[in-house]
């Protein structure tokens, strides 16, 4: 409901009757108001006065919930509650004046009284506004109800109503129906059954609007409660595939997303529809335990949960002025201020938040666990075929009830912590689904998983939950028999209470940690649920991240993602260290957010916890070491030029053993591959099979990375070769051959080297100054762009300028200039969304701006400033990314490595190139990563003289000059954003 800016001057109510406005109050002010403005020979008021005093009065009680929301006086329910109660009030008076407005002249008198009753006419509140709960720019849904005869009448009244709440600038969602027709419509459509079911008489015709009811009830009856169930969870379930499957999504939607209020709002329909309006007595503060499930701790927590999440949805309203349902980064730190939220210890406020609100999404999912089932169960009956428990499964102390597992009578998990495991275990072997009522034990004694720390039956359990393989025969007694998966029927039945438990180990996971048993029985997992990270780079919070790599590595084992990822498929295959490979990657970001180095303080509680849990010294070690490298190759492929032997024999004697740089390799996959799938491509595929195969060519003992002359002759040789099947006369194959340098012939393959060898012969057969080709690599998930050029300062710069201002990200570029002083410089570049440009028409637009920026005919740094922060979304503006220069001269023999850190931005690779022009900087490659915002450019490059620079006094001058280069022009595409924004 939007706060309609009044000027309340002039005509102000009283400031004492309106001190603490009450909805009665507001009736009796707007009757006196209304009454006093009304003509003697009139039955209304003018038309612009009464919408002039319903503005005063709404505005009024708008400001007064809200300062009273903002002083913490009200909380988020109760101020809802308080806003569709004034709401109330304005709706009956603006139904009054339409009534007295619109009978016929010469019936206001004594015939009044019965036309203003609304006879035959029902005005009545639906949806969110009939539960009555409304958020401050949340729509008014309205039902305009009528008998079969009233049409005409009904109808100026219903638009005598809408434009007058229109005027007051207020949301309406409205529908005009008899009750015939409400009927009908529900039943073919859940949606309006669902919003009938709230509905709440507002004004009119009483016994109209008790006949709905009944006919309404009874049509409900008639329908059924299970088909209605079955609607809502396939309409969840769509909805969840809409606005994200995971509650632990950065930039959560806390209405419509899996975990937040309508998930809420599903049980109370459920509950509502299938038990009576009776049992469900206030939405203010659900009341579940009447059905013998919760106890009323476990009911005061959803409680809590609902009004929590009930007043992050009032300060994301207030805050972004209008009916925002998302917590995107920006809103995040600000509505964390606004609730009280601040840094305690290494977390700041924001973080702090944040995971508040993760954890309340995990209450919110674990009531839906415990509750969903029981209403199905009395909306369907009991399960006509159930699988019995066999004798095993007993003399262990559990059961089968619908099919799905849960203790037997007698036992007890306060007393027998280990039974919580053994569940688990069971039904693993069993491919059973927990019963609602052993979910809801586990979450209810989840305290008592901490005597299992040191336990080796709970620790060799949880490695089977983790990465066991799927169980297939059992002997006698206690050993497992072979398992037949449920049959059709089974399955069925199995799904109508609780999704069937896929074989996949994050499942397991899942369960553990949504019902705390996983941080009970590892610590340090405690300390990383609902953590998030506070950039735009990571999807989920570090513990669903974490989960999400276990499944893709099960994904990945499996084969089902052999099209996705063959590297891995085929690495995955002679794998020996499973256990060790599925450890580490649960324990890969175990100590995020404890400040420091989280892989090397991971290492440390990897070191620790793989014995407690049984793991042997060896599996300990790869595991430990696995961790404390997980980013080795990432960082690598991405960052440095895999083209330079220095880089390989690095990482080759960090690794040492070909087993070790498959483990790596697989959980590097699964970690990028689990943070978003928009951060894994075929490009970084590309690097990283490639830097696979160089370092474990080093390993086998193969070719020497050193013996660089021998590889070049080698390259030379094969180009010759190939240049000679096609024609290329023997003096021009000499030619090309006789101009690069030895790193020219390193970092290109045959066919690339084929393709310049015709490009040049034809340039130079042309006496052409400038030379673009553009070719697209689908397969690997760029464009390459090759400029051949006179060699001339500032080349890269202009290049990437003009790249920038075509909306093309590069990610590696290769700078040669050939020993005749022609640049040929290679760009590898993506279009915003991470794939290769295809389309004719983009693929010589950009060709069109590189010939442009290179001839002078474009301004590359006017039309760059232009752009600003033009492509970010004013949401990422929140997230702080410090510039930052790091040069490294240990990691190449022969070249300075030059590392920026900043704000990923229009031209941000153009400034920076520029200003290592102006430096006199040679700049021989380059490699570009994007971390959601945060851009890592990596430059190699050399001194003027082509010399690795040494001097440090030189160093800390080309650190600072580039330093406030970034600052700079960061500065000044903020300035213009911020201006096109005022204007």
């Not at 069925?492 to 029985?521: C, D, K």
Request: aromatic share 6%.
């Amino acid at each position: 409901m939007p706060n309609a800016p009044v000027n309340t001057a002039s005509g102000q109510p009283d400031v004492a009757a309106l001190a603490r406005l009450t909805p009665e109050g507001l009736a009796a002010c707007l009757a006196r108001e209304l009454r006093d403005a009304t003509p003697h020979d009139s039955a209304t008021p003018q038309r612009d006065e009464a919408v002039a005093i319903f503005r005063r009065y709404l505005a009024r009680y708008q400001a007064d919930i809200r300062a009273r929301f903002e002083k913490h006086e009200l909380k988020g329910a109760a101020s809802a509650k308080q806003i569709a109660a004034f709401t109330d009030v304005l709706v009956r008076g603006i139904v009054d004046l339409a009534l007295r407005a619109t009978v016929t002249p010469g019936t206001v008198g004594e015939g009044t009284q019965e036309n203003r009753s609304g006879s035959n006419l029902v005005v009545a509140a639906t949806g969110g506004y009939g539960r009555g709960l409304l958020a401050p720019f949340s729509d008014i849904d309205l039902l305009f109800l009528t008998d079969e005869g009233n049409a005409h009448d009904a109808h100026r009244l219903v638009e005598y109503v809408l434009y007058f709440l229109w005027d007051l600038g207020l949301k309406v969602g409205h529908a005009t129906r008899t009750i015939t027709e409400c009927i009908e419509e529900a039943r073919k459509d859940t949606t309006v059954r669902t919003a009938l079911l709230d509905a709440r008489l507002l004004a009119g015709d009483g016994a109209l609007f008790a006949m709905f009811e009944a006919r309404y009830i009874v049509a409900c009856v008639e329908a059924g409660a299970a088909g209605f169930i079955h609607d809502k969870r396939r309409e969840r379930l769509e909805r969840h595939r809409r606005f994200g499957d995971s509650p632990y999504l950065v930039e959560p939607n806390i209405k419509e997303g899996r975990g937040g209020l309508r998930d809420l709002q599903t049980l109370y329909w459920m509950c509502r529809n299938t038990f009576g309006t009776r049992h469900v007595t206030d939405l203010l503060a659900p009341d579940f335990i009447w059905m013998g499930i919760l106890t009323e701790q476990e009911a005061a927590r959803a409680r809590r949960s609902w009004d929590f999440l009930w007043t992050v949805r009032l300060h994301l309203h207030y805050v972004a002025g209008r009916a925002e349902e998302r917590l995107t980064f920006d809103m995040q730190p600000v509505i964390g201020a606004r609730m009280g939220y601040t840094r305690h210890g290494r977390q700041n406020g924001v973080e702090r938040f944040m995971r508040h609100y993760f954890l309340t999404a995990r209450e919110v999912m674990r009531l839906t666990h415990v509750l969903e089932p029981a209403v199905l169960r009395q909306a369907q009956g009991p399960v006509a075929i159930a699988v019995k428990p066999d004798e095993a499964m007993r003399e262990a102390g559990f059961t089968l009830i619908d099919g799905q597992i849960l203790p037997e009578r007698g036992i007890s998990f306060d007393k027998e912590p280990l039974k919580m495991m053994q569940l688990l275990d069971w039904a693993r072997m069993r491919r059973r689904p927990l019963h609602p009522l052993a979910r809801h034990q586990l979450i209810r004694w989840e305290r008592r998983a901490v005597e299992l720390r040191e336990d080796p039956e709970a620790a060799r359990i949880f490695l089977d939950l983790l990465c066991g393989e799927a169980p297939q025969i059992e002997t006698t007694g206690r050993r497992r028999r072979e398992v037949a998966m449920p049959s059709d029927s089974e399955a069925q039945v199995m799904t109508s209470y609780e999704q069937h438990a896929p074989p996949g180990h994050a499942h397991w996971l899942h369960i553990l940690n949504e019902t705390g048993i996983f941080g009970r029985l590892i610590p340090d997992w405690a300390r990383i649920v609902g953590q998030m990270q506070f950039d735009t780079y990571h999807v989920f919070t570090v513990d669903e991240h974490t989960i999400e790599a276990i499944r893709i590595m099960d994904e990945v084992a499996s084969g089902r993602m052999a099209d996705e990822i063959p590297v891995a498929y085929e690495l995955v295959k002679g794998l020996h260290s499973r256990r060790a490979l599925y450890m580490a990657v649960l324990l890969h970001d175990v100590a995020k957010g404890r400040g420091g180095d989280h892989s090397e303080i991971g290492s440390e509680i990897a070191a620790e916890l793989c014995p407690k849990l049984g793991m042997s010294g060896e599996e300990t070690e790869t595991v430990s070491w696995l961790v404390l490298h997980h980013l080795l190759l990432s960082h690598t492929a991405f960052q440095r030029d895999i083209d330079d032997p220095k880089t390989i024999l690095d990482v080759a004697d960090i690794v040492q053993s070909p087993e070790r740089l498959r483990l790596l390799l697989l959980l590097t996959i699964v970690d990028m591959r689990a943070v978003s799938s928009r951060v894994w491509n075929a490009w970084k595929a590309t690097l990283l099979r490639e830097l696979y195969v160089r370092v474990a060519e080093v390993l086998a003992g193969g070719l020497a990375t050193t013996e660089r002359d021998v590889r070049v002759r080698h390259a030379k040789e094969i180009t010759a070769e190939i240049l000679a099947e096609d024609g290329i006369p023997q003096p021009d194959i000499e030619r090309f051959l006789e101009l690069g340098y030895a790193g020219y012939w390193l970092s290109f393959d045959h066919e690339t080297h084929k393709r310049h060898a015709r490009l040049i012969r034809d340039a130079d057969a042309r006496e052409a100054p400038l030379t673009v080709e553009v070719l697209p690599l689908p397969a690997r998930g760029v464009t390459e762009v090759t400029v051949y050029s006179i060699d001339v300062p500032g080349l890269f710069s202009k290049i990437a300028g003009a790249l920038a201002l075509a909306g093309a990200s590069i990610v590696d570029a290769r700078i040669h200039t050939m020993m005749h002083g022609m640049a040929l410089d290679t760009f590898w570049i993506q279009d915003t969304v991470g794939s290769a440009y295809e389309e004719t028409h983009r693929l010589t637009r950009l060709s069109s701006l590189i010939e442009q920026a290179l001839s002078g005919q474009i301004d590359i740094k006017a039309e760059i400033a232009q752009a600003g922060f033009g492509h970010m979304p004013l949401r990422m503006r929140a997230i702080h990314v410090p510039p930052r220069v790091v040069i490294d001269n240990g990691a190449s023999n022969t070249f300075t490595v030059i590392e920026i850190n900043g704000r990923d931005r229009p031209g941000l690779l153009h400034d920076v190139t520029a200003a290592m022009s102006r430096e006199n900087l040679q700049i021989a490659s380059a490699h570009i990563t994007t971390y959601g915002v945060r851009a890592v450019d990596v430059f190699y490059v050399k001194d003027l003289f082509g010399l690795k620079i040494t001097d440090k006094k030189r160093l800390e001058e080309i650190r600072e000059s580039l330093l406030a280069c970034m600052k700079a022009a960061e500065a000044q595409a903020k300035a213009l954003l911020d201006a096109k924004m005022s204007a």
